[in-house]
C-alpha cells in the first residue's frame, strides 16, 4: 500500500494528525512492505517525502505509483475540499486503486462532487453520517470505525487515579469533569461556563493550533476550571484522574466525524455526557453514554448526579469496536 498524506508528524494533539499518524504507522507495521509518503510537513517517519504542488502533478509521485503498482490510500489535512478532490482526480490518472480518507465532512459543490466521482476513489468514512452522505453523493464509500488504541487508554485503579489528580493540582474531593480539543467557540467549549462551581472542570486544549484568547480568558476567570495547553506525551493520564467526559460540540466541521477524544474517554471506562455530534451519535444509549440536551447549569447538575450515581458493566467495550488495529486489518 502507498500512503499519501500531508499530516505525518512527530508532534500530534489534532484530531486529523492523530488518524493520519495512527493508521499510517499500523499499516506500515502489519505490511511492511508499504510506503508512506510526505508532502508539506517533513517528517521522520516517511519513507519518501515529496515537494509536490497545490495540484499533485509531478514526475516522482507518478513513478512511485506506477513502481509500486499497489493500493493508494490518501488521506489528506483538508479533507473533502475542491483541492483534494482535484488531487484526487490526478492521482486517478495514475492508478486506479484509489482510496481516500476524509476526517471531517463539509458540504461540498457540484465541481467537488463531480471530480470525486470521475476519480473513483473509495471514501472510507469514519462515521454513519458520513458514511450515508458519501454514499448518496458518490456512490462509491465504505464505513470504517476506527480511532482509539485501546492498549494505551485503559482503566486506571483508584490509586493510580488518586497519584493523578495528585501529580495534576486536583483536589482529591472534586468530581473532575474533562474536555480535550480546541480552544474555539465553534466547539462550544464556552458552555463550560455553566458547569456547577462544586465540580472541578479540567479543559486541555490543543498546543499546535490557533487559540481564542478572549474565551481563554473567559475560562480562566471561573474558579473551577484549569486549562491545561501545553502539549502532554501520556495524554490518556488526563482521561484517567476523569470522573465525567464532557462533549459540548454542536455545529458541524468543528470537529472531525469520529470525536477521538470520546473514544479515549470511554477506553478508559469514563462514563460520557456528549451531544448527538457525528459517530457519537450512534454511541449515545450505550452503557455510559448520556445525550447532553441543555446547557443549563441546573440540568447540568442534575445530569452529571445521575451519571456519579450510575453504575456501567463495561463502557469500554464500545471502544474496542473502534480500536485502531481492527481497522487496519479491514484497510489492508
Same mark, same amino acid.
Given at each position: 500500500?502507498?500512503?499519501? /498524506?500531508?499530516?505525518?508528524?512527530?508532534?500530534?494533539?489534532?484530531?486529523?494528525?492523530?488518524?493520519?499518524? @495512527?493508521?499510517?504507522?499500523? $499499516?506500515?507495521?502489519? +505490511?511492511?512492505?508499504?510506503?508512506?509518503?510526505?508532502?508539506?510537513?517533513?517528517? +521522520?517517519?516517511?519513507?519518501?517525502?515529496?515537494?509536490? *504542488?497545490?495540484?499533485?502533478?509531478?514526475?516522482?509521485?507518478?513513478?512511485?505509483?506506477?513502481?509500486? *503498482?499497489?493500493?493508494?490510500?490518501?488521506?489528506?489535512?483538508? @479533507?473533502?475540499?475542491?483541492?483534494?478532490?482535484?488531487?484526487?482526480?490526478?492521482?486517478?490518472?495514475?492508478?486506479?486503486?484509489?482510496?481516500?480518507?476524509?476526517?471531517?465532512?463539509?458540504?461540498?459543490?457540484?465541481?467537488?462532487?463531480?471530480?470525486?466521482?470521475? @476519480?473513483?476513489?473509495?471514501?472510507?468514512?469514519?462515521?454513519?453520517?458520513?458514511?450515508?452522505?458519501?454514499?448518496?453523493?458518490?456512490? *462509491?464509500?465504505?464505513?470504517?470505525?476506527?480511532?482509539?488504541?485501546?492498549?494505551?487508554?485503559?482503566?486506571?485503579?483508584?490509586?493510580?487515579?488518586?497519584?493523578?489528580?495528585?501529580?495534576?493540582?486536583?483536589?482529591?474531593?472534586?468530581?473532575?469533569?474533562?474536555?480535550?480539543?480546541?480552544?474555539?467557540?465553534?466547539?462550544?467549549?464556552?458552555?463550560?461556563?455553566?458547569?456547577?462551581?462544586?465540580?472541578?472542570?479540567?479543559?486541555?486544549?490543543? /498546543?499546535?493550533?490557533?487559540? *481564542?484568547?478572549?474565551?481563554?480568558?473567559?475560562?480562566?476567570?471561573?474558579?473551577?476550571?484549569?486549562?491545561?495547553?501545553?502539549?502532554?506525551?501520556?495524554?490518556?493520564?488526563?482521561?484517567?484522574?476523569?470522573?465525567?467526559?464532557?462533549?459540548?460540540?454542536?455545529?458541524?466541521?468543528?470537529?472531525?466525524?469520529?470525536?477521538? @477524544?470520546?473514544?479515549?474517554?470511554?477506553?478508559?471506562?469514563?462514563?460520557?455526557?456528549?451531544?448527538?455530534?457525528?459517530?457519537?451519535?450512534?454511541?449515545?444509549?450505550? +452503557?455510559?453514554?448520556?445525550?447532553?440536551? /441543555?446547557?443549563? /447549569?441546573? +440540568?447540568?447538575?442534575?445530569?452529571?448526579?445521575?451519571?456519579?450515581?450510575?453504575?456501567?458493566?463495561?463502557?469500554?467495550?464500545?471502544? $474496542?469496536?473502534?480500536?485502531?488495529?481492527?481497522?487496519?486489518?479491514?484497510?489492508?
Amino acid at each position: 500500500m502507498i500512503i499519501i /498524506s500531508d499530516c505525518l508528524t512527530q508532534k500530534i494533539d489534532e484530531g486529523c494528525l492523530k488518524v493520519a499518524n @495512527s493508521l499510517a504507522r499500523r $499499516i506500515k507495521e502489519a +505490511d511492511p512492505g508499504s510506503v508512506l509518503v510526505s508532502y508539506g510537513k517533513k517528517t +521522520d517517519s516517511s519513507d519518501i517525502h515529496l515537494d509536490l *504542488n497545490r495540484f499533485f502533478i509531478n514526475r516522482s509521485l507518478k513513478k512511485v505509483i506506477k513502481d509500486k *503498482n499497489e493500493t493508494v490510500l490518501y488521506i489528506p489535512f483538508a @479533507s473533502n475540499t475542491l483541492g483534494s478532490a482535484v488531487r484526487l482526480y490526478v492521482m486517478s490518472k495514475m492508478t486506479k486503486k484509489l482510496k481516500v480518507v476524509f476526517c471531517l465532512r463539509y458540504q461540498m459543490d457540484r465541481r467537488t462532487t463531480g471530480l470525486l466521482r470521475r @476519480s473513483g476513489a473509495e471514501i472510507l468514512a469514519l462515521s454513519k453520517e458520513s458514511y450515508d452522505y458519501y454514499l448518496e453523493k458518490i456512490g *462509491n464509500a465504505r464505513y470504517i470505525k476506527t480511532g482509539v488504541d485501546t492498549a494505551k487508554f485503559c482503566p486506571a485503579s483508584a490509586e493510580k487515579k488518586a497519584e493523578l489528580r495528585k501529580k495534576y493540582g486536583i483536589s482529591p474531593d472534586k468530581k473532575v469533569i474533562l474536555h480535550v480539543g480546541h480552544l474555539k467557540e465553534g466547539r462550544n467549549v464556552e458552555k463550560m461556563l455553566n458547569i456547577p462551581d462544586e465540580y472541578q472542570v479540567v479543559l486541555v486544549v490543543s /498546543s499546535v493550533t490557533e487559540k *481564542n484568547p478572549g474565551l481563554q480568558s473567559k475560562l480562566e476567570e471561573k474558579g473551577n476550571i484549569m486549562i491545561i495547553d501545553r502539549y502532554i506525551e501520556n495524554i490518556q493520564e488526563v482521561y484517567q484522574m476523569s470522573d465525567i467526559y464532557f462533549f459540548p460540540v454542536t455545529e458541524v466541521e468543528n470537529c472531525i466525524d469520529v470525536p477521538l @477524544s470520546v473514544l479515549e474517554a470511554a477506553s478508559c471506562n469514563i462514563p460520557i455526557v456528549t451531544t448527538p455530534y457525528g459517530e457519537v451519535k450512534e454511541l449515545i444509549g450505550n +452503557d455510559g453514554f448520556y445525550e447532553l440536551k /441543555s446547557f443549563e /447549569s441546573d +440540568d447540568l447538575r442534575k445530569l452529571f448526579d445521575t451519571v456519579l450515581s450510575g453504575k456501567f458493566e463495561d463502557i469500554r467495550k464500545t471502544a $474496542i469496536e473502534y480500536d485502531w488495529n481492527r481497522s487496519v486489518r479491514e484497510i489492508i
